[in-house]
């Protein structure tokens, strides 16, 4: 690390410490006055809550004192009736005047359904009973007699201490609070004479005792009016929690007589209960909002403050896989170069790079082609050793670095070898439940302590990769200085194809005529296709293009197809070879079907539909002799607009080939999606045919399936009669391959179709 960093990293640190502190005293802060809002708002609930049931406690307080007002009052109005109906006949006197009186009687029924009185007694001077009652009466009078004499003996007492008042004055009364027959209860007495007012002291003297129990319809009533919820009345205090307990006393002795329980309205809890939802999730988002910020913070600060070696490993690997990145392997790769001694220490380096990745990325989604990634990394660390450095490079490209190979032998061949084995494997996906088939390529490079740069080793290794990519894939080639003129040849081809596209847009040279320029010139050729019957009639030709160059002499496909796909020339191309194979297809003796490949830009081109259409109405060909081939690469993950595409072309008439079938992904929906006209069964499957029994299953299932769908089928690559014997038998309805005849030049082909139509003039 240079001097200068070590001081940057202190800054670093001092500045995030410093924002860490102010971080915290703001979240301390706001945590702080959040907690006093919330005790506030706790303390005025209680408050309130406090206030509320005081003010509760005295309205029952109240309402006991207006029952013994009340009752004061009746009492005495009570009374005043009794005494005038004791006065009303003076022709009696004593127990006999009271028994006599019938109105007194039924009187002592108005106590009870009039003023709601539970109990009402007219009591004699000796303290018995002065009107004869029934047994339940006297019972109960009993009962209560002892608990009801000191009532009468305070009223006897205030009397007698009372002054002498005026005749218009009522009888002294006394009312209290007590306990009767175990019920909390409140009781009215009042003195009764039976002589005129002017004259009481020669009367008889009586006393009328009535009382109410507190517990029953008196409760009932002070509820309704107080808003008592739930009231109800206790020999003790058993309150629940949330119920309030108010003891009433004795008015003579203070004593407990009962409580009154019911639910109080505490507004303060009412609002603190709305209020904490709040306040707690303001606290929550707070607190974890908090901590969020307190752990990224201390991630930064743990990130910041680790060691130089930490911070490096950070940086240097693979967030997916776990592994190191390119650049710790650099670092890890110059080590080891460091590390070599002598020219018999070996190490090398493999790049590998998984084939067909893409393909189910795309097809099953990035969740997939993560879990696959993973997958690989776990398989190819299985097969390497504990000094080796395994890394990602990114994508799905990896590298090895195998310090220790020796001064001689394959080990690290065997090594690649086995790589490639492994991940050739099916893997099966959690993601999107699926098992999918990859490969992979892989470029070695040696190097001892006497090798170039590590840069220099690393291009070797690449060139390795890239011939083992285009050479067939799923191999592993060992860089030879061989390789790097496959390189330059290839640039050179990259370069003489844009050069022969772009400079002879118009009009590409075609046909015998001499090479223009240092280029060469493209040709098509055409290789006949066949019906499977037993004359094998000529039924069709596929059009294949060929680079006539200069130097390499006659170039396949093979050679430059990949070139123009990577440069984006494939599109002038196609469209050149389409044209040219219309063009010669127009002229020939007999009409037969003309196939011509497309790739995957030229059908998701906007506008591939209208140059078609073009190009046969500017040749002349009939849209039904026109056959476009698409294999399973060019309609992978196809959209709507590549499907109505096809669709509208073959309305005109132009039938849509599937090439290469059962080489790709979601073949099955392929023909479901996009109604093909023709299978091709591809050569690799066909080679099959009679040296394995995979081979037979396999293509047996494909014209099965074609058959039931009414497809015509194709089969690519025949080459011997036991091929075609086995295919006309399992109803395959078309054939091409070696067998027949390999792609010509135009003036054989055309030859060729001459010849039979004058042998066959009426052939068509």
Known sequence: MPAAEPSSLIVQK????????????LAISGLAILGLVFLAAIWAGTQSDAVALDRQRQLVTGRLRDQVQRVSQEVQ???????????????????????????????AHVATTVFGYNAAFLVAPSGELALPTDPESVRRFKWVRPLLQPL???LETKRKSAPEHAPSTPEPSQVELLRLEGRPSVAGIVSLSDVALADRSRGNQYYLIVFRFLDGDTLDEISREQGLAAARYARTADQEHNEVAYQIEATATGEPIGFIIWEPDLPGSRVIGWLVPVLSAAGLVIAVLFLALVARLRRSLRELSVSEQHARHLSVHDV?????????????????????????????IAL????????????????????????VVVRISALIGTRDVFARFGGDEFALLLPAIGASGDGHLGISRNVIDSIGQPFKLQT??????????????????ASHAPSEIMRRADVALYDAKHGGRGRVIEYHPSLDHRIVERENLKNELRFLLEEHEQELPVGD???????????????????????????????????????????????????????GMIGPLGEWVLRSAALAAASWAIDVSIAVNVSPSQIRHHDFEARVLKILRETGLSPSRLELELTEASVFDVDEQVQATLRRLRLH??????????????SLSHLLQLNFDRIKIDRSFVSLLGSKAEGTAIVSAVLDLSRTLGKETTAEGVETESQRDFLAAAGCSHLQGYLFSRPVPLAEFAARLQSIRSDHPTAL
Not at 97 to 105: L, T
Not at 330 to 342: R, W
Not at 352 to 375: P, S
């Open 14 to 25: 001092t500045a995030w410490t410093s924002s860490g502190a102010l971080l915290l005293l």
């Open 77 to 107: 109005l009570i009374g005043a009736g009794y005494a005038s109906l004791l006065r009303t006949d003076t022709a009696f006197s004593g127990r006999d005047a009271i028994s006599g009186n019938r109105s007194v009687e039924a009187f």
């Open 152 to 154: 009468i003996r305070d």
């Open 320 to 348: 997916l896989t776990g592994l190191p990145n390119r650049a710790l392997f650099a670092a890890s790769f110059e080590s080891c170069l460091a590390a070599v001694g002598s020219d018999n220490d070996r190490g090398a």
């Open 352 to 375: 590998v790079d998984l084939d067909r990745f893409k393909e189910v990325n795309d097809t099953y989604g990035h969740a997939a082609g993560d879990e696959l990634l993973q997958a």
């Open 432 to 449: 999107g439940d699926a098992v999918v088939r990859i490969g992979c390529s892989i470029g070695v490079a040696v190097f001892n302590e």
């Open 513 to 567: 005529d001499p090479l223009p320029g240092p280029v060469g010139r493209l040709e098509v050729f055409y290789q006949s296709i066949h019906r499977c019957n037993e004359s094998a009639d000529l039924v069709g030709a596929e059009a294949l293009v060929r680079w006539r160059h200069p130097t390499l002499g006659l170039l396949a496909p093979d050679r430059f197809i990949e070139i123009a796909e990577e440069t």
């Open 653 to 666: 008439g132009i039938k849509i080939a599937l090439d290469d079938f059962g080489t790709g992904f979601s």
